[in-house]
């Protein structure tokens, strides 16, 4: 997310034929879903038991850059691809799924694109105009039109596949009639000409404008935009689309000078986000808050969600969230994106859900070929990564390769989205105090037999040192997922105590979720800024550089624009 | 050489000094004028404005305007760079891995289109309503008005997936072959999209310079040659050419500073490691040092470039010889 321009103008920037596309999108759609519980590497229930899985069984991986969607369709195709991902455009869909030789799976995203109000002037703040807006917009529709189906219309503040999604809040169903007569009910009132005039005034509402970015950049979102503006002008708003460069629109945003505006964010499995979004602490110039969103009510939850002691209060108090959300009406939320990637038929042991698609790590440990004889696998890179040091790399490129070294204490159920325990085996969390005064105490005891790749053990002392390192050096990147931590203790090699202050459900996936760096190099990196791990040789072994983790692939080169190599770690743990 | 050449020279030089200064200052405030900063594009709720304001600092853009300023003028006279905001790599590392690549792609098929858009205008002028002008003039004005991308993803579908004979991205193979077979690699990996920019830039070469040459070809001098009785290449290429060649050097030296500057829409067809995509980038992600470094390069390229067209212009013209002409 956080080179947010690049990639959303990339996902919306390449829809075209929409309607031609949408009937041949759905037969796509039923032939792909319907084929994965007979794909040839599931299990009888459909699942490989995760924890059963030994790998990696690959021996050479590499990450071949193709910048262009056309090459990477061709590439595939004509098998100098093995597996590509984030496949946006309908055509491409369309004719991969024809192919006997592709895999095409399909899950929901972590992703809403949403209308906002801003709710600090009027009429914005006018609750019935909310809701009647909310029930004039045709999102099944517009979802359908402009992204041929594979895109899913939503009415929530967290995307289905979200582990919180509450799906029983008030939904603003299309409905022009009952959006009419919500605003009658409210004391809203129509001109000769057709305009709004609000409750007790005479004169009609003046015009207004709905900000998104250039049809140049986001032909797809400002065609989006444009749909909601007609749909609001039927309902008698006088509102009209305002195109900017993205900057531009983002300044506008950050210093609340716009009435409405259109938005997408990419989310993760933890809901803590719609603190960021809603609470009143964070309408801030810049802040996310953007709507300007002030309820107490509401503030009050999301600080029991951020604060949240286990799982099940924080299950809670995020339903409720949303459920207060969904009655406020802040934004008007539009769709959510489904994830769509491919892999040859020709691998097998690969693993997917509705959850996850094929293209991640648990499939990279389990994937082989189908012939029986190992070869190099192709995996596709849409951009350069920008930098492998792990300590400044930020964008997701940078974690393709990244996340293939380095691990982290918690992983992700590919089916379920769940906790499963990695380099630590077990945890605890324990609160102590109240309020302010309170704090959080996280206990890990690490898997033994773990190694880094130059043959050192893995021990607490590494959880420690990067924890402390990150701490120190208020490196950005990991700022907020330490900021909290007080202390950290190594009763033992294989144990880890980390106390923050507060108490919050989430630091577990804070500190759980934080990539591990080998102690012994880590303590020589005076400046994290320029630290090129890749490119220093490795003390500890010969054909070694610094940039090893504890992961199950070595990195042996990175060719600019052209490829990064990997090879398997034969001494991971998990083999 | 006499005192008032050297003077124009002096003023020249002069002058040209003056307008890199100008493209330095226009370089930091535009960049600046610019609305957001590489920090303010970054809008993930995982990322607090407290985070932001390290990420802000570590990037210098707390300083003072006056103190940054001084940075960059610093980081640009010494051919220092500094790092870029988005890579966090040295600015002159990120550009020595691109510029050849660059540097040989648009190098070359720059050099191919004026060669061949070059012959084919002085033989289409030559053959004045004759089969090869019509073929010149109407593949010159096809060539030169399809947009790249249609025609680099043809020939990609052509030649890379329907008769597979050239590789569809980068300049090697994945794993890359070694020794004399890398080169080889790489010449291969090269080709189509070399052709491409080839077919799509001798168009205008081959019209601008026939209709130079037909010009020229009209001259009294040119039937005073031909009355002579001198050989008609001599004529055509001695004469006629050697007449049309300083308006054909100027627009070749004020071209060439294009070949650093990348091709954007080539690069990514065909997956290319080149400074144009990393300069759109650069703007787009405001990586003021990235794209500062670049601008300030290309700048200090074109004042060359125009300054050789200066100098070429009386070499090959014997008429414009500055000094000799005053004596």
């Known amino acids: 997310m956080l080179y947010f321009v690049n990639k959303h103008v990339r996902e919306m920037g390449k829809m075209t034929k929409a309607l031609r596309t949408y009937f041949l999108f759905i037969v796509t759609f039923i032939v792909c879903v319907s084929s994965l519980p007979s794909a040839p590497s599931m299990g009888m229930d459909g699942k490989i038991d995760i924890n059963s899985i030994r790998g990696p069984k690959i021996k050479d991986l590499y990450m071949v850059i193709y910048r262009d969607p056309d090459s990477q369709i061709l590439a595939l195709e004509t098998g100098k691809l093995d597996v590509l991902s984030d496949i946006i455009r309908p055509v491409d869909i369309k004719r991969l799924a024809a192919r006997d030789d592709i895999l095409l799976t399909l899950s929901e995203g972590f992703h809403i694109f949403f209308m906002g109000f801003n709710l600090r002037e009027f009429p914005w703040n006018d609750l019935a105009l909310r809701k009647a807006l909310s029930h004039a917009v045709p999102r099944k529709k517009i979802v359908r039109d402009l992204f041929a189906g594979y895109c899913m219309p939503v009415s929530t503040y967290l995307p289905p596949v979200s582990p919180y999604y509450e799906p029983n809040v008030t939904h603003y169903d299309y409905d022009p009639d009952k959006a009419r007569s919500i605003l009658s009910e409210a004391g809203w009132r129509w001109s000769k000409e ?216 918690i992983a992700t159920d590919p089916y379920t989205m769940d906790d499963v325990p990695w380099l630590a085996k077990q945890w605890s969390v324990e609160t102590k105090g109240t309020g302010e005064n309170s704090s959080t105490i996280l206990r890990f005891h690490l898997r033994k037999g773990v190694t880094w790749q130059d043959g050192k053990p893995f021990t607490a002392e590494d959880v420690k040192e990067t924890i402390l390192y990150l701490k120190k050096h208020e490196i950005p990147r990991y700022f907020d997922q330490v900021n909290h931590v007080i202390s950290v203790e190594t009763p033992s090699s294989q144990e880890v105590i980390v106390t923050l202050d507060r108490t919050s459900y989430w630091y577990l996936h804070n500190i759980g979720g934080l990539p591990i760096f080998p102690a012994h190099l880590l303590r020589n990196v005076k400046d994290w800024k320029s630290w090129r791990p890749e490119r220093l040789n490795n003390p500890n072994g010969p054909k070694l550089t610094q940039l090893i983790g504890t992961g199950p692939f070595i990195f042996t080169e990175y060719k600019p624009g052209e490829f990064v190599h990997l090879i398997r770690y034969d001494g991971y743990w998990k083999r | 050489m006499t005192r008032i050449f050297r003077n124009y020279w002096t003023r020249r030089i002069a002058g040209s000094i003056a307008v890199l200064l100008m493209v330095l200052v226009l370089n930091f405030f535009l960049f600046r004028i610019m609305p957001g900063d590489p920090v303010s594009t970054i809008i993930d709720p995982h990322f607090s404005p407290q985070a932001k304001m390290h990420l802000r600092s570590q990037f210098g853009l707390d300083l003072p305007l006056y103190r940054q300023f001084y940075l960059y003028v610093k980081s640009l006279v010494t051919f220092n760079f500094g790092h870029s905001f988005l890579s966090q790599k040295p600015v002159w590392e990120e550009l020595k891995t691109r510029i050849p690549n660059t540097v040989f792609l648009l190098g070359t098929a720059f050099l191919l289109s004026a060669a061949l858009g070059t012959w084919l205008g002085v033989k289409a002028a030559h053959k004045r309503g004759g089969v090869l002008e019509k073929v010149v003039l109407v593949a010159g004005s096809i060539s030169f008005s399809f947009p790249s991308f249609f025609v680099q993803l043809v020939l990609l579908l052509v ?57 020229t070809l009209s001259e009294d001098y040119i039937l005073l040659a031909r009355a002579k009785g001198l050989p008609e290449n001599k004529v055509l290429w001695g004469h006629a050419f050697r007449a049309s060649l300083p308006p054909i050097v100027t627009m070749f030296l004020l071209a060439l500073p294009g070949i650093l500057s990348g091709a954007v829409i080539t690069e990514t067809v065909f997956s290319l490691h080149g400074v144009g995509k990393f300069l759109l980038d650069s703007i787009l992600g405001h990586d003021y040092p990235a794209a500062g470094a670049a601008f300030y390069l290309l700048a200090i390229i074109t004042i060359i470039c125009n300054l050789a067209a200066d100098f070429a212009y009386g070499l090959v013209d014997p008429r414009i010889r500055l000094g000799r002409k005053m004596e």
């Open chain 1, 194 to 409: 057709g305009v709004l005039i609000p409750p007790g005034k005479e004169k009609p509402l003046k015009k207004v404008y709905l900000l998104c970015p250039t049809a140049q950049a986001a032909p797809t979102t400002a065609e989006l935009a444009a749909r909601i503006v007609d749909s609001f002008v039927s309902l008698g708003l006088p509102v009209e689309l305002q195109m900017l460069d993205f900057s531009m629109m983002i300044k506008r945003l950050d210093k609340h000078d716009f009435d409405l505006f259109v938005m997408a964010w990419s989310l993760s499995r933890d809901p803590d986000n719609l603190f960021a979004f809603f609470h009143s602490s964070m309408d801030t110039e810049g802040g996310y808050n953007i709507q300007g969103l002030h309820d107490q009510a509401i503030d009050e939850v999301l600080e029991k969600l951020r604060w949240a002691k286990d799982k099940e209060s924080a299950t809670a108090y995020a339903k409720e969230a949303q459920r207060m959300l969904s009655e406020k009406a802040p934004w008007i939320p539009i769709y959510s994106r489904y994830m769509i990637s491919a892999i040859r038929k020709d691998w097998k042991g690969v693993i997917y859900s509705k959850k996850t698609t094929a293209d991640n790590m648990w499939s990279l440990l389990n994937m082989e070929p189908k012939a029986g004889k190992m070869r190099p696998l192709y995996w596709c890179l849409p951009e350069d990564p920008r930098t492998l040091n792990p300590l400044a790399a930020s964008s997701a490129y940078d974690w393709s390769v990244l996340g293939l070294i380095y691990e982290s204490l």
């Open chain 2, 159 to 215: 030649f890379g997936w329907a008769i597979p004979i050239f590789p569809i991205r980068g300049s090697l193979s994945v794993p890359p072959p070694e020794g004399i077979m890398a080169l080889w690699d790489f010449l291969w990996h090269m080709t189509l999209p070399i052709s491409s920019l080839v077919l799509l830039g001798f168009g205008s070469w081959a019209i601008y310079v026939r209709n130079l040459m037909i010009k």
